[in-house]
């Protein structure tokens, strides 16, 4: 069997959406004949850990390498520094988020000194253990995913000092990334001229979505005939099980649960606050237009506490017409996927923000598994072009909150009434992660048969 160095800072037992995919590539990739050896950070403080996806890494026994940055980074200087909570699993402890004036300050920081990223501390010594990997592995060939876009760099030296293949991953785009702008000419100019040197040393390349591809397909020299492959992310189908619909938290048969998993609008502090805000003056227009809804619909958001909801919550409460929600706090991966199997019906949510037009977040494709129906609130671009081939989503671009109390009254009409179109199945098994790494696979043997 051929083996893969995979380098991915994000991995189990950190939580959160960007350890999902290049978990489920090492996880499935054995099946099509190579194996996985990881190359990640060391465990150390995270915003959230889980428990569930490390206990799958070990039942995997996938060998995982795990080495600490070398230097500073701008979350150890003493007015950016984050404070601890107690240890949480496998050497992982809790990581207190900054409150939103130290994440700008933060934010603000990376931008101007740390390029590509402030992971590039970790470069250094992920070279350094990469030696040792290839010293005790027969490495066929190196698959880097990011962001951390600094992981290109690391992966970059890496197959060039020893004459390894190398495959690029790309989450997220790099220049266009809708959450990290460069803060001047100068500093995007040394961006593309980074991803050019890096996209130039690999011999193929995955990207996220069409546009992303497109992107990179635009700024890759004439001369060179290096593949660009789309492989989007998907869903896990060992995780998904029959379930009868129910509410969430309540045993009321008679409550129709939507359901929203993890950030809601995924944008930055500052720039998702105004659209929350819209989003619950809809709800506000909904239940005073619509007041038969206040006790049959159940609103369900999986993931961090909102303030934001905390407090629109309390304030109907003290005039008696608080409608059903609930905010269940991080939860890991799979508690989450039960999560949405038990709701009626899914929510998804995308910045109004031209950068977002050509973002697909995971959350989408994980719904696409469940086979539910979704409301999305989306701009038009790549996520609502996949919503349309789903089928079974009712999509709003209209960000008014007048709109979108509309479009959701009939969907939760049609939701109750069992009128809502059905997903397609046929389209969710492109997002199959085991036929993913299988189309992954086939890339790998390509590569290594022609370098």
Do not use: C
């Amino acid at each position: 069997m051929r083996k893969v160095l995979i380098i991915a800072y994000y991995f189990p037992p950190m939580g959160g959406s960007g350890v999902q995919r290049p978990f489920q590539m090492a996880k499935y990739l054995r099946e099509f004949g190579w194996e996985p050896v990881i190359l990640t950070q060391a465990q150390g403080a995270y915003t959230h850990a889980d428990e569930s996806l490390q206990n799958e890494v070990e039942a995997l026994q996938i060998p995982v390498y795990r080495t600490e940055s070398s230097g500073w980074t701008p979350q150890t200087l003493p007015f950016l520094k984050q404070g601890v909570q107690q240890p949480l699993t496998s050497g992982a402890i809790h990581l207190i988020r900054p409150g939103r004036f130290r994440s700008w300050l933060l934010s603000l920081f990376t931008r101007w000194f740390f390029i590509p990223d402030n992971k590039v501390p970790w470069i250094s010594s992920a070279i350094q253990t990469a030696g040792e990997i290839i010293r005790n592995h027969k490495i066929d060939l190196i698959l880097s995913t990011a962001p951390p876009f600094s992981s290109f760099l690391a992966a970059r030296t890496i197959s060039q000092t020893h004459k390894i293949p190398l495959v690029l991953d790309f989450r997220d785009a790099w220049l266009e990334n809708q959450y990290h702008r460069p803060p001047t000419l100068w500093h995007r100019n040394r961006m593309r001229r980074m991803e050019q040197e890096i996209v130039s040393a690999a011999s193929a390349i995955i990207a996220i979505n069409e546009r992303t591809a497109n992107g990179l397909r635009n700024r890759i020299p004439e001369r060179s005939s290096i593949r660009v492959d789309v492989i989007p992310n998907g869903y896990d189908p060992g995780k998904r099980k029959d379930s009868t619909p129910t509410s969430v938290g309540s045993s009321d048969s008679n409550l129709f649960s939507i359901l929203h998993a993890g950030q809601l609008f995924s944008s930055s502090s500052h720039k998702r606050q105004p659209e929350i805000r819209l989003l619950f003056r809809a709800l506000d227009h909904l239940f005073v237009s619509r007041p038969d809804l206040l006790h049959v619909v159940q609103l369900v958001f999986a993931g961090h506490p909102e303030p934001l909801i905390t407090r629109w919550v309390q304030a109907h409460s003290y005039s008696g017409t608080a409608p059903n929600i609930i905010q269940t706090g991080y939860l890991s991966h799979s508690a989450v996927l039960e999560q949405m199997l038990n709701a009626n019906a899914l929510l998804l949510t995308l910045s109004s923000s031209e950068l977002f037009r050509g973002v697909t977040p995971g959350k989408m494709f994980e719904y696409f598994g469940t086979q539910k129906p979704i409301y999305a609130l989306v701009p038009d671009g790549e996520a609502s072009r996949y919503l349309t081939g789903y089928g079974g989503a009712i999509q709003e671009h209209t960000y008014s909150a007048q709109a979108i109390a509309h479009s959701l009254s009939l969907f939760i009409d049609k939701g109750r009434s069992g009128t809502l179109p059905d997903a397609n199945p046929h389209f969710a098994v492109q997002f199959n992660r085991r036929n993913q790494a299988e189309q992954i696979a086939k890339m790998f043997d390509e590569v290594v048969s022609n370098p």
